[in-house]
């Protein structure tokens, strides 16, 4: 009997010469330099000098199988794909505060003072750049380290002089920028986001429906510079920043870093969902106390997170295919401000499923997490994989990295397609687009073959 053919990839994989090695320094930008972003270069300095591990993060733990199971290939990601080195990494950030990172991460709370004095050399020469602000997009916050400008086309052009000088100053041979800022207030697309045209006139005529994260984001694609939204704010979720993506070969990708509680909603629904088991009600409740739990005390800036948040289960259950298990359920999402608690969010949810017979259970999950350190290894396989991602013949002109989903709870998606919201899913989309691009099989996990 012949061999069975293993499953081949339809698309036709990037040749592994066409991966470029990178070379040189790469800059990390950071719009926000609070909690999450503190955590993020504290604990880069910190793996740097051998003091702790950098648990959590793909690109340097992460093995990727490649082949069939019996051939025994798994090598780590970072030793697969050309990923920068964390020697490689440089900063820069821009915040409202003038605090530099090592007082930032002091006031965040996150990290031990033990831990931060022995990176505080490091830390401390990292001093905000003045921001582009404005009170009405985060309203619970104020600060003096402020940009004045006669447009918001004047305040772009002022972020394009901070990229410019980084990238000189610095030596970097490449730069991504992080939003790591806080969650701006709810607003919809409006004409004003659709074209370039259209944004660049309201640039100039200080539309207001242009936040302060799109005048980061504007400004970093004009430079030529990727950007990845860690907020569920729209910033790089419009028409004018995937056309402009596109045209300086710039990838983009957001929202909202999936961290705690949908993380682990990501996990249990689709269980739920292949196992055929009914949904009634998903509540969830949150308290926190750091600056991230003040700015979503206020109702617009909360408007933002929770449409975020709300997003997954329609699209992880389907209800319009499942009306009789999915088509009635209660999801509520609250977050509650709690000083006491600080950056130690407590993330409750109460599930009430069903199954045979339609007889009720419920599941109750009581997460005690710390919100940066969960979201810091995020940050950091971001800006390899994007910094990969402009290396890369096949990915730096597509706009939206989708295999990038992985990392976020409310991911971007090409116009009118549905986002892949399953951890498992959104795992198996970024570790085969790893083996597309080095020219190896896309693993489908049929395993026929081994029956031959
Ligand atoms: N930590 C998590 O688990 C997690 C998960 C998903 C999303 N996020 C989002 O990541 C962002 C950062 O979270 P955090 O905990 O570090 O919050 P944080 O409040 O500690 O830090 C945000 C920083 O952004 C600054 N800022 C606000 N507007 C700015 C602007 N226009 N320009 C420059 N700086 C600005 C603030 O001054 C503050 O220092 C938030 O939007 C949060 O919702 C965090």
Redesign the pocket.
Known sequence: MAKRQSVKSENKPQADNELQKPKGKLGVMI?????????FVAGVEAVRKGLAKPIGSLTQMGTIRLGKRTDGRSPRIKEFVPLAGLNDLVFT?????E?DMYT?ARK?GVLERDLLDQVKPFLSTIK?QK????HN??KK?D?PN?KKGKSKMDLAEQVRDDIRRFRKSSGASRLITM??????SYIEPTAAHQSLKAFEKALRENDEMI???M??AYASLMEGVPFAN????LTVDLPVMLELSRQHEAPICGK?????Q?LMKTVLAPAFKARLLGLNGWYSTNILG???????DDPG?FKT?EE?KLGVLEHILQPSLYPELYGNIFHKVRINYYPPRG?N?EGWDNIDIFGWLGYPMQIKVDFL?R??I??AP?VLDLVLFLDLAQRTSELRGIGIQEWLSFYF?SPMTAPGLYPEHDLFIQMMKLKNTLRHLKGEELITHLGLEYYD
Do not use: H, Q
């Open positions: 719009p926000g330099m609070g909690a999450v972003a503190t955590t950030g821009w915040d409202i505060f605090d930032a965040a905000p921001a582009v602000f404005d997009y985060v916050i600060g402020v939003w790591c800022g806080s969650t701006e936040a302060p994260s005048i980061y860690g907020a569920p704010n909202d870093f999936k961290t705690g949908t750091n600056r991230d739990g003040e700015v979503l800036s997170k975020s950056d969010k997490c919100d940066s969960l979201a995020i709870k």
